[in-house]
């Protein structure tokens, strides 16, 4: 989609090329252009230097590429084409290593930004693409395990309280592995997008221990991110997560505002 976006002008510029060439003689093709087609070179020579001046890569080698169709006999066109594209590759190969660099040492924001930067260069960078796809499947998985981290750590110290009563260290500890491996499983399921799995995970945790409130609370947030998943293609899908979420944590105001903004819509 973005590489589409990015190719969309030059397609355009196309297209008015040909007409203007069409208007012409074919006599006259080669040697000199109709005044439509020499206005067309000005303005888009004009768009290119301007494009150069700010930066504008991508567009000025669109425009360059244009005018070295149009016009073959003007060898610069070709060389200001050349050079445009070895400055994108120049620029892209100082980014991706600082790009990557960024995200080893968890600068997420800045590996964001800078392979951002790279598909502006070039749309079609597979490498830059997958990059801001894993970040964000990365920041997923550090919103989840790190929001409900404090609660799963809650519950299991309360569940080793209740075990050091009854049976002491061995199922104390026990009990502490196995809760906390169902909460955090859940919340990396939800974090991936995998609602369903994650829901059913905690709803069956649930029922074993339907007071217990990281886990209720942990439920509510998943149908609350269920339901802005769903709102833009399962309106009725949504609205039923959110009411899930609000019986289980009527205080949720995320999802109070979601719903008055999905109800006020028609």
């Excluded at 060439?21 to 093709?29: F, H, K, L, N, Y």
């Excluded at 404090?150 to 569940?159: I, N, V």
């Excluded at 217990?212 to 899908?237: F, G, I, M, N, W």
Aim: net charge positive; hydrophobic share 40%; aromatic share 4%.
């Amino acid at each position: 989609m973005m590489q589409h976006r990015a190719r969309a002008p030059g397609i355009a510029l196309m297209c008015a090329l040909l007409a203007a060439c069409t208007a012409m003689p074919s006599g006259e093709r080669g040697r000199a252009l109709s005044p439509a087609a020499e206005a067309f070179e000005q303005a888009t020579l004009a768009n290119a230097q301007a494009q150069m001046q700010q930066g504008h890569l991508a567009e000025a080698a669109v425009n360059w590429e244009v005018l070295s169709v149009l016009r073959p006999d003007k060898p610069n066109y070709a060389q200001q084409l050349a050079q445009t594209r070895a400055q994108i590759t120049q620029k892209v190969n100082e980014q991706l290593p600082a790009a990557r660099q960024a995200r080893q040492r968890g600068a997420l924001d800045e590996a964001t930004q800078r392979n951002l930067a790279i598909l502006a260069l070039q749309p079609d960078n597979t490498t830059a693409a997958q990059a801001l796809r894993d970040i964000e499947q990365q920041r997923n998985k550090q919103l989840y395990l790190g929001r409900y981290s404090r609660l799963t750590l809650a519950k299991a110290t309360s569940g080793k309280q209740t075990a050091l009563g009854t049976h002491g260290h061995q199922a104390a500890n026990t009990t502490l592995s196995v809760e906390r491996n169902a909460l955090e499983h859940a919340a990396l399921l939800a974090g991936q997008g995998e609602f369903d799995d994650a829901i059913a995970l905690l709803k069956q945790d649930l029922a074993a221990h339907p007071k217990d409130a990281a886990t209720r609370s942990l439920l509510a947030d998943v149908y609350y991110r269920q339901a802005a998943s769903l709102e833009s293609k399962d309106k009725p899908a949504a609205l039923a997560a959110l009411r899930l979420c609000l019986r289980l944590e009527p205080g949720h105001t995320q999802a109070r505002h979601k719903l008055a903004q999905l109800t006020s819509r028609p």
